[in-house]
């Protein structure tokens, strides 16, 4: 059979994000998949040194359009960790609380985004409604509903208003007395265990060996986690478990997924039990003249798709000196998904590639 | 259990020096030739995971400084050591004019995209990389973008002024 190159994406109905992929096919049969990113490249870690420290924050949450939280916080992490900031214990807590939702809300884009490509409509529809409710949660917040800028070097830029609490629990209620309808519709249906079981698997040597991390990894049964490995902000506090699975498919990571959007649910109602009074911030001084010392750190945090980590470098001066992201789509989507396209089906591209959770902008920052 | 590594390392390698800071992060700065051992020998000793490679351009002092950044996974499913806290930042400095460095992938398959971006942003050439074609950007730049000497000002003025203004149409 004559051998065809084929342009997947960024113009593709089975293409989530600006993404594109050349395969070259026989058949229906992919022989060879070159992973093509570079449509969202803004060049963000060369923008941040022309920019204080302060004044990077409302570019570093658009490195993850989907999930930005995760991103101010490890930025945040890695100022305080160069700038010796203490943070109070109840702002802790509260970033613990806003990242678990964040995680919840990602999820659920991920699910309407897999379910969507799947041709479950309805379980779509429900999941973009159910994360319209977290994100009027963060609009209550932090005044923004996609772009929240609320975790800030030495805490948070302001403490719950009165009775937010309530409207957290109301709603994790509310998403969570749709699990068994989410259950009998997809994550049960025949047509979703058919069309995931045993798709682009992988054994937890290769995803070792890849480089892979969050749920790619743990759907291979190890409990890979930075928050139990390496715990920040209020994760130590209370117990909790990692969701895993042992096939390493398609089907096991997305019962990953679904599993730990449960466990976030769970752990955020113990973060609010468990959260303690006090200040949520630490008084920082003048942005416009504040200098970071000499100074290196590494920092790393667990995002709603795995490891994400910042490089970050002071010279001393009021600016950074070298920023680099870590971002956990970066070997997912260049590394993970062009092996695991090797033998597979047209038909199979959307779906190897919503499963491995991979987000383009992260990937060009 | 830092201190270990720390020592396998000063007895196994010359030229090595390793500090170790209160956070978990043990830096390791060593000359061009040992870092392939080093990243072989700390493989062996359970750093199976390379996260990150990075570069800095230390413009004064005229040269790139190659970070690469491991850490273990974990050796059992379900057991959390603080051994798994550590993470190991090797360093190793280029020169700025012509640098160049041996590829990693052999040891690290998942250093490819990072050693292209690189070859990209900072132009480090990596012997033996199978594709360092364009990742992300799409122009030629005379200076790699991302090394301290590209005027971003001179760029954003050529590319701007260059682009042919939108001609109405006269009626």
Partial sequence: MRELELYFGPQHLGMVGNFSITLKVEGDRILEAAANPGYLHRGFEKLMEYRTWIQNFPLVCRVNVIEPDHIEMIYAMAVEKLAQIEVPE?????????????????????????????????????????????????????????????????????????????????????????????????????????????IGQLTQQQAKEWGATGQTLRATGMKYDIRKVEPYAAYDKVDWEVPTRKDGDAYSRILVIRDEMIESVHMIFKLLDAMPEGPVYTRMPNPFKWKVPKGEAYVRCESSRGELGLYLVSNGGDKPYRVHFRTPSYPHGLIVLEKLLRNASIADVGNIMISLYVVAPEIDR | MSKSIKEALESTFRDVQVSFREDNRMAVTAENESVLPILR?????????LSLISVVDWIEDNLFELCYFLTPYMQNDDEYTDRQKLHIILKTPLPRDEPRFKTVIGLFPNAEPYEREIHEFFGIDFEGHPRLTPLLLERDYEVPPFRKDFDTRKYVAELLDSVPPIETKKK
């Avoid at chain 1, 309407?112 to 479950?120: E, I, S, T, V």
């Avoid at chain 1, 923004?144 to 994790?172: A, M, Q």
Wanted: proline content about 3%; overall charge neutral.
């Fill in chain 1, 90 to 198: 109840r702002a802790h807590f509260v970033r613990s609380i806003y990242l678990e939702l964040a995680r919840v809300g990602s999820h659920l884009f991920g699910l309407w985004a897999y379910a969507n490509m799947l041709g479950f409509d309805t379980v779509a529809q429900w999941a973009m409604y159910h994360r319209d409710l977290v994100l009027d949660l963060f609009e209550e917040l932090t005044g923004g509903r996609v772009y929240h800028i609320y975790i800030w070097p030495g805490g948070v830029r302001r403490d719950f208003p009165p009775g937010f609490t309530d409207r957290i629990v109301h709603t994790l209620h509310s998403i969570g007395g749709c699990v068994p309808d989410y259950n009998s519709t997809f994550f049960d249906n025949r047509l979703f265990y058919e069309r995931a079981k045993g």
């Fill in chain 2, 41 to 49: 020998f700390l493989k062996d000793a359970g750093f199976d995971h």
